[in-house]
Each structure stands twice: as C-alpha cells, then as structure tokens.
T-cell receptor, first 112, second 117 residues
Framework: GEDVEQSLFLSVREGDSSVINCTYT??????LYWYKQEPGAGLQLLTY?????DMKQDQRLTVLLNKKDKHLSLRIADTQTGDSAIYFC????????????FGTGTRLTIIP | GAGVSQSPSNKVTEKGKDVELRCDPI?????LYWYRQSLGQGLEFLIY????????KSGLPSDRFSAERTGGSVSTLTIQRTQQEDSAVYLC???????????????FGQGTRLTVV
C-alpha cells in the first residue's frame, strides 16, 4: 500500500530557509500536496504539484519533486515565526483512488 | 456555513460507550473524507464518501467503526464500545465533485478531539 514518510522535527533560525522533506512509495501518485496545521487548527492546503512537474514556486514556497526517487521537498524562504506549524506531505493516486495518504508531519520550530 | 463544520469539538467518554461524531461538509461538495490523527502520528485515512456511497472504507480499523452519509451532505462516524486506543482527533474533509484527481482542494474541519477514559 501507499506509504509517506517525513522527519518529525525541524528547527530553523528566523530569516533562514526551511527545507522539509518527504518520501513516498506509490509510483502512481498523481498529485502531491503540502498541508500546514497550526496549533488547534485544521489542515490548510499550502501548495501542490502534479506528478509530471519537477518544480513549482509560489511566493516564498518552492516545491521540488524527484519522481525517480519518489522524493518531495518544500522550501520556505525567509522563514518567519508565523511559519511555525506542522507540515504534512500527502499524495493522491489515480482516478478511482482519490484518498489522500498523509505523512506523519514535520513540526517546524522557528528559533528567534 | 462557509467551511467544514464538525461537532462536538471535544468529547470525553467512558470506555465501552458508543459515540457519534458529526461532519457538515461545505455545501455542494460531493466528496467527504474521515481521517484520524493520533498524538505524534500522521493522518490515518478512515473512509471516503462520494455522494452517499463509500467506495473506500478500507481504513476503518475495526467493525466497531462505521460511518454513513445522508442526502449527500452530513456524515456521522460512529464508534461502538469505545476503547482507550480510540482516543484521537477525528478530522473530516470535503472536496468538490471532481474529487482529488482533478486536484480540487480538500477542505478540513477543525476536528473532534475524542478522549476515552
């Protein structure tokens, strides 16, 4: 079955770049997503990438996809205190298998 | 309402009791998902509805768990004879007709925190 893995913790100094990594096993993944969960809140979609792309940039966010290695990363430039949250990588399969499979989440802590 | 609404937001129940968790999706969203988030764990898929039918219920952990959806809208997740390991945050999400294949965003509710004592 599908499996999505992330490291659990990341600490970054304010103003530096954060890079959150994710690996997945389902080669039929169609879309890959990054969700953000702030304390006491639900999940919010940050960005996504289609599986035939290798990079997507959206303001401070850059998503890199290495489909061969099944590796996805999220880079947050100029990390701010408001970026403190848990970041979840997720993937969805082909049509007919739309469920999102999530990783364990990476807790990003910003050091002042 | 504007977003996915879940109730109750918190539920404390005694071991062995039954509980019902409710999800009101965004109006017009035909796809509805239930996930479970345990402490320190990722999101575990439970069940997916398209309209009132559930094409994928593979994530329900045991026969104590069931879910239904009526009128293509509200969904109820029922846990019978609750156990302490059922303690978690139960999240509901909905998306529009095309489903995730068309990359329609899944919107999540705030979740129901279930504590079994």
């Amino acid at each position: 079955g599908e499996d999505v893995e992330q490291s659990l913790f990341l600490s970054v100094r304010e103003g530096d770049s954060s890079v959150i990594n994710c690996t997945y096993t389902d080669s039929s993944s169609t879309y890959l997503y990054w969700y953000k969960q702030e304390p006491g809140a639900g999940l919010q979609l940050l960005t996504y990438i289609f599986s035939n792309m290798d990079m997507k940039q959206d303001q401070r966010l850059t998503v890199l996809l290495n489909k061969k290695d099944k590796h996805l990363s999220l880079r947050i430039a100029d990390t701010q205190t408001g970026d403190s949250a848990i970041y979840f990588c997720a993937e969805s399969g082909n049509f007919g298998n739309e469920k999102l499979t999530f990783g364990t989440g990476t807790r990003l802590t910003i050091i002042p | 309402g504007a977003g996915v609404s879940q109730s109750p937001s918190n539920k404390v129940t005694e071991k062995g009791k039954d509980v019902e968790l409710r999800c009101d999706p965004i109006s017009g969203h035909t796809a509805l998902y239930w996930y479970r988030q345990s402490l320190g764990q990722g999101l575990e898929f439970l069940i997916y509805f398209q309209g009132n039918s559930a094409p994928d219920k593979s994530g329900l952990p045991s026969d104590r768990f069931s879910a239904e959806r009526t009128g293509g809208s509200v969904s109820t997740l029922t846990i019978q004879r609750t156990q302490q390991e059922d303690s978690a945050v139960y999240l509901c999400a909905s998306s529009s007709e095309e489903g995730l294949y068309q990359n329609t965003e899944a919107f999540f509710g705030q979740g129901t925190r279930l504590t079994v004592v």
